[in-house]
Each structure stands twice: as C-alpha cells, then as structure tokens.
C-alpha cells in the first residue's frame, strides 16, 4: 500500500479536508474573535509550531534528495549526447514558458491598471508605514551578491557550507558536475558509488513518504493560521492586485500548459490535471516548491509514467530554474507598485523588467517568499521605492501558495514535454517505470 491510498481515501482528498477544515476554522476565528487572546495563544504556541515542524522535516531531507535525484538522473543518461539533448530541450522550454508567463503578467496589468488612480499623498502615508514590514526583506537583498559575484557564487567553493546555508543553486551546480562526473567514469567503483547515492535517493524518499501521512494536519494548521490572522479583508484591500494575478497564473495554468501538453506532450490535459492533484495540493499549502519536490517526483514517475531519469532532472532543476508562477508574480507586483507610486515606465523598461522577471523566475529560491527580494531588486532598478513591497505582505502568503502551484504544475508539465521521445531502459515514455520503494 502506498502512501497516497489510505484505506481507500486518497491522500490528495485527506489534503482537501485538511484544507477546508482549516480555512473554516481560521475565518469563524477571526469573524467570531478577532485578535482574542486564545486565538493568538492557539497560532504562535499550536498551529504555528506544527506547521513549522512538518516543514522543518521536508526541508532537513531536501538537500539529500535533491543532490541524490540530480546526480543518479544525470548518471542514468548513459551518455553525454542524451544529457545534452534532455539539458537543452530542459532550457529551452524552460526559457520559453518562463517568457510566454512573463508577458501574460504585463498584459494583464498593463490592460487592467490595478494601482493606477491612487492618491499619491496616500500612498506615501502607506509606505511610510510598510517600511517596517519590508525591513527584513530589503537588508537580506542587500547582503546577496549582485551582478558578476551572483554568478560566481552559484559554483560553491565548499560544497559542505553551501549546503548548511541551504544554497540551493550551489548544491545543485555540484550535483550537476558530480553527475556528469559519474557518467563519464567507468569504473565499478563508480557504479557502486552510484548504487550508493540511489540508495540515498530512496531512503529520502521513503522517510519523506512517511513524514507525507501528517500533511493533512500539517495543511489544517497552516491555513488556520493564515485566516485566523488576516481573514478576508486584506484580500479586499488589495482585490485589483489579487485578481491581475490569480488571471494571469490561471491564464498560464488553463491555456498555456494545456496547449503544451497537447501539441508537444501528446498527452491529454485533463487526464494530467487528474493525475498531478496531489502534487498541487501539496504545492498550494507548503507554498514552496523545494517541500512539493518530493510528491512532484512520485506523481511523475507513479502517475504520469515519466522515464524516471528524465524526471528526476527536469523536476530537480525545475524546482529552482523553472518557476513560471513566481515570474508572473514578479511582473504583476513590480508593474502593480509603479502604477500605485505613479511611475511611469518606458517601453524599454518594461522590457528590463520582462528580462528581470524571466531571469528572477529562473533564479529564485523554492521558499516561502523567495521572490520577494527579487521584486525589491526590479523595483530600485526602474526607479519605484523597494519599501513598496511591504504593501503586498499582508497578500504574499495566499499569492505565494497560488503562483506555487503553478510553478509545480509547470515543472510536471516541463518534465511530460521533455520526456516525450525520451527512452527509459530501451521503452519508450510510455511505459511505467519502476517506483521507489514505499513503506506499506
């Protein structure tokens, strides 16, 4: 029995209730108490903590998994040729979706106006008190390297430090070089040492599918703890912003992905949708990508069939480098705050933030909240007050839950289209790979 049939009620539906049951219980919370004591007692000393810890468990396995998954997906290529072809067809769609979302952002907030018509005394009222908020965010971007030493910095220098700082691009650059190294080594000590590392990769991914059985009380608390705290009203707040976004990431999600997965996927939309629920459900309460990677890998190569080293690549790599949801995001906000603080922006500086917002989506962090250094970073660029972004705090965890499950069901989507041709053992795509084992 695995992990996602309990006693014939599938997990993604255990996931669902745990979902209802917390929103409802965070909204009769916040409606019926408001700022009560039992309610603040309940999110910082219960909800909060079991939330954290769930988390807390995925994370601890993420770099093994990740590092594991990489290197064993590069190794089981057979030769340098199939990992050039998978590698460029990987950057190419990635590069091409990553665009196509980037564009719909800017068209949707060019066409709706979201902050245009603010009174501009107001809004300065408004930074002044969102500075606060956006402290943290702005002195955290500050202390990243920028421009040539961001580069640099994604070949780590000690691989051990990257991993304890949870560099995730410095750790997966060492697993894409240790893997080529793998490939192109014939020897049986290699091989054993490749065992040894896809031993890894299943222990990971059985501890993960047991820690996975406490998602739905995980999932209950999480979203208790968001309506309880905020409730509705910053939603309506900011109802113009919140809806440019969820129209844009479900644009991408309900055309672009269904149009790729028809004409280049060969596969059925609906039958893709279905089979990748678990994985959105789990995308849209973690509201990370890293804690989704794990069911991302399992609903890849169990229900959706995917050849399991093309799968384990795309959707490491995807994890970080393909993140359409977080690029629009990105769009919709920096355009968002230009047009709320009056800023009126070129043709050629859209385009800059066209670029920005591509790279940003490439590069940024599959965390809660990765993206919101990016966006300060665009914004001091084209000349709107970074602080700006703590307008948008008070949103960011239900945006961020949203543009995370597109970015999941971007990276499964990435993987069935790079998959397609791609042999597994001798089969074609087709056909079902060999699971990972599964506590029963």
Known sequence: MTEDKTRGFGLQWQMLVGFIVGLAAGLVANATSGDAAWVDFL?????????????????????PLLFSALVVGIAEMGDIRSLKRVGLKTLFFTVLVSG?????????????????????????????????????????????????????????????????????LAVMFFALIFGIG??????KAANAL????????????????????????AIACFMFNLAAVFGWDLLLRLGAYVAVVLLALGA?????????????????????????????????????????????LRVAETKLNLPSRVARFVLTIGATANQNGTAIFEGVTVLFLAQFFGVELTLAQQALVLLMCILGGIGTAGVPAGSLPVVALILGMIGVPPEGI????????????????????????????????????????DSIPAAPPQPA
Not at 391 to 413: A, P, S
Request: charged share 15%.
């Open 43 to 63: 999110t910082t000393y219960v909800t909060g903590p079991i939330g954290q810890i769930f988390l807390r468990l995925l994370f601890m396995l993420v770099i």
């Open 100 to 168: 196509i979302a980037v564009v719909l952002a800017l068209f949707f907030t060019n066409l709706i106006q979201p902050g245009a018509g603010v009174d501009q005394v107001l809004a300065r009222e408004l930074l002044a008190n969102a500075r606060e908020g956006a402290g943290a965010i702005l002195s955290s971007q500050a202390e990243k390297p920028q421009g040539v030493n961001a580069v640099l910095a994604i070949i780590p220098n000690n691989v051990v430090a990257a991993a304890a700082d949870n560099d995730i």
């Open 182 to 187: 793998l490939l192109v080594t014939q020897s």
């Open 194 to 217: 490749q065992s040894a590392i896809e031993g890894i990769f299943h222990v990971a991914m059985t501890l993960i599918s047991v820690i996975i059985r406490f998602a739905p009380i």
């Open 252 to 296: 991408h999600m309900f055309v672009v992905y269904p149009v790729l997965l028809k004409l280049i996927g060969k596969v059925s939309p609906t039958w893709f949708f279905r089979q990748s629920q678990e994985a959105m459900v789990m995308a849209f309460s973690t509201a990370s990508s890293n804690a989704t990677l794990p069911t991302a």
């Open 390 to 429: 703590g307008l948008v705090l008070g949103v960011d965890r239900f945006l961020d839950m949203c543009r995370t499950t597109l970015n999941v069901t971007g990276d499964l989507t990435l993987a069935t289209i790079v998959s397609r041709g791609e042999p597994d053992e001798g089969e074609r795509v």
